[in-house]
């Protein structure tokens, strides 16, 4: 599985897909400014080594798709079917806006678009994952402060559709490891001065990788005039936006007021280390003993599971 990707490029067959590494080396030689990305990559490195990731996810093991054959195709973060595949070990993104060239129409919010999405992939790479054979194949029982038992049950519930909150662990750890990556993109936007685009795409997709959404954004899909692949792109970037970000923050308003940013550190050292211990004990001193238990684990976790 890890020797071929395509599997993971099949589902795509309107695209052509290049290695991270020799799509930026193409961009630089179209007179593309790459410096940002590179920048941002180095940020990202130190910051996570302070969670205990000590290895990136390799530039080859991330595929960009564009020069797109399917007419009115569009990429970015929010295009459907991509990310991080945990047992390719290997990230399927694309380039951001019209993707029927094989260079970004907007270069610079394109760049930002794919250095939140390598820095979120790379915190998916970098989470502890277990693994159990069952029947000859791979069944992963952890993935960072996730489990899930052989027989197939979540240890934490789906939310309730239309929550604001959540007490779902996939949730808690999408979110954090795309608030980490939006934080390292709006740093880099800030120190090469890229600025908000004036048109409401634009400025929403920019809002959207540098984690400036507001309330309002959210409900500014109407005001997309674009039809076709780039609507759906607004409208599936709000959906993330309401139904992974918000719930997020939310939580951690919730429960850690005022210490949001060290909740949000404990949380990501947990998901590369797998190690709840110091988070439990941390919500412990704040809630009471089983904090971490009793927000996330639903009742049936050890449920037997009967069988004919």
Known sequence: MRADA??????????????????????????IDTTPFHAGLESAERR????????????????????????????????????????????????????????????????????????????????????????????????????????????????????????????????ACDREAQSITRQAAEQFGITEPSDAAGALAFRDVTGTLTDQDVRRVADVPELGEQARYAAALTGYETGINRRYGHFLTEFTPGEESECHRRILTAVITGDVTELGVWLDERHGPGTFTGLFRTPGYFEPVLTA
Do not use: K
């Open 48 to 175: 996570y080594a302070g969670y205990g990731l000590t290895t990136m996810l390799p530039l080859d093991r991330v595929l960009v798709g564009c020069a797109s054959s399917r007419a009115g195709a569009f990429g970015g973060f929010h295009h459907p079917d991509q990310g991080y595949r945990h047992l390719q070990m290997m990230a399927v993104i694309t380039m951001y806006g019209p993707m029927e060239r094989p260079d970004p129409e907007r270069p610079a919010l394109a760049l930002l678009d794919l250095l939140r999405a390598y820095a979120h992939d790379c915190l998916h790479y970098g989470s502890r994952r277990r693994y159990v054979e069952v029947a000859g194949m791979p069944v992963r029982t952890q993935y960072g402060i996730n489990y899930r038992r052989v027989t197939g049950q979540s240890y934490s519930a789906a939310d309730r559709s239309g929550s604001r909150h959540t007490r779902n662990l996939g949730i808690v750890m999408e979110g």
């Open 6 to 31: 395509s599997a993971l490029t099949e589902r795509h067959p309107a695209h052509m897909f290049r290695p991270l590494s020799e799509t930026l080396n193409r961009w630089a030689a179209e007179g």
